[in-house]
């Protein structure tokens, strides 16, 4: 005998009974399982969570646990080595039916011309070629308000009687250290407490990982503290990790095909254009330039600089206006990562948006 009870407002939408000892006994192994699941997501090891998750499917439909939970292994995916395994916790997920619009663009059946011109670019973004370039320390926003208080600091010290022009000196080594030695870490690090830089940092974060989801690039996770980012091989900032398998695969034989290489550089810009429709220009995303650089020169025939510009501008162009299509999407984002939220979070909150948008 099998009965099936639905309890109303619970928090859990079915409970099953078996009778019998069999029935038991499977209540019991998802019981295991479920204890296992949480045991692994907690020490973030992906291949245990996704065996276990696998593992509960194949006993049958998770009664026992909360759908929540399936959500949290996206959470031991920036520990995980093999992005393979990433991928696998992605496709999981997406055949669970939890991340419907993950993957949802990546046939790149986007408008527009594929030559794409400084006045192109202005005339659908209304924005100068020149804003949509990173910034050198000290020429704009962020950058030029904290150089502005600094010399005020240093002008009030004088006017106090207190001479700090001898450390002066030894000030701008320790900074050239820091830049030549760590990326700018250290420097990054303590312009990230400054609020309304942190919010720029998860404008443009949020943008790269926004368009890697809809592009259907596993997200392995993301990185704001500077000096956890250096550790991890990205200097001098934060950084989003994505996984393109279709790029692996294809630059292990050393051929790259155009709507791959299209999507990569994609989510590349991707951050430099959030930061452009939210604030009208951009100021990161310097080391996004240095790497569409270093795989155009990679190509067979390499890019030639006028092929790497219009590349640029065309894929700022469809990442700005698929961000812009999607703000909601990328205002939720925005929000979760600033308040701290997992990456398991982030997504929800993403697919919450954009199903509310519908």
């Excluded at 109303?8 to 019981?31: C, D, M, Y």
């Excluded at 791959?260 to 009208?280: N, P």
Aim: aromatic share 8%.
């Amino acid at each position: 005998m099998r009965m099936k009870a639905i309890v109303p407002n619970s928090g859990i939408t079915h409970l099953t009974f078996f009778s019998g000892r069999q029935g038991v006994r499977h209540r019991h192994l998802k019981i295991r399982v479920l204890r296992e699941y949480e045991e692994a997501v907690k020490e973030k090891d992906l291949s245990r969570a996704l065996r276990y998750l696998r593992e509960d499917s194949s006993i049958g439909k998770s009664d026992l646990s909360p759908i929540d939970r399936e959500w949290q292994v996206l959470d031991t995916c920036l520990n995980a080595d093999d992005l393979r395994l990433v991928g696998s916790a992605y496709a999981f997920l997406k055949d669970k039916g939890l991340l419907p619009n993950f993957a949802r663009y990546n046939a790149i059946v986007l408008e527009g011309p594929r030559d794409v011109t400084p006045t192109v670019l202005k005339y659908s973004t209304g924005l100068d070629v020149t804003k949509l370039s990173p910034k050198k320390w000290g020429l704009s926003g962020t950058s030029s308000f904290l150089l502005a208080t600094s010399f005020a600091g240093v002008t009030f010290l004088l006017n106090q009687g207190i001479d700090i022009r001898p450390n002066i000196a030894a000030v701008l080594g320790l900074a050239m250290l820091d830049a030549i030695l760590l990326g700018g870490s250290c420097l990054a690090q303590i312009s990230s407490f400054w609020p309304p830089y942190k919010r720029r940092i998860c404008v443009h974060e949020a943008g790269h990982l926004l368009v890697a989801y809809l592009m259907g690039c596993p997200i392995r996770g993301v990185i704001l503290d500077p000096i956890v980012a250096m550790q991890m091989g990205i200097q001098g900032q934060a950084g989003t990790q994505f996984w393109d398998e279709k790029l692996e695969n294809e630059l292990a034989v050393g051929q790259l095909s155009g709507t791959t290489f299209d999507r990569y550089c994609m989510v590349l810009f991707a951050g430099i254009a959030a930061e452009a429709l939210i604030y009208g220009e951009a100021e990161g995303g310097e080391n996004d330039e240095n790497l569409f650089r270093s795989i155009s020169i990679l190509l067979e025939p390499p890019l030639s600089m006028a092929q790497m510009s219009n590349q640029a501008r065309w894929s700022l162009l469809q990442s700005y206006n698929l961000l812009k299509w999607h703000k909601h999407a990328h205002r939720a984002a925005v929000k979760a990562i600033e308040n701290g939220c997992s990456l398991s979070m982030v997504i929800k909150k993403i697919e919450e948006a954009m199903s509310l948008k519908k």
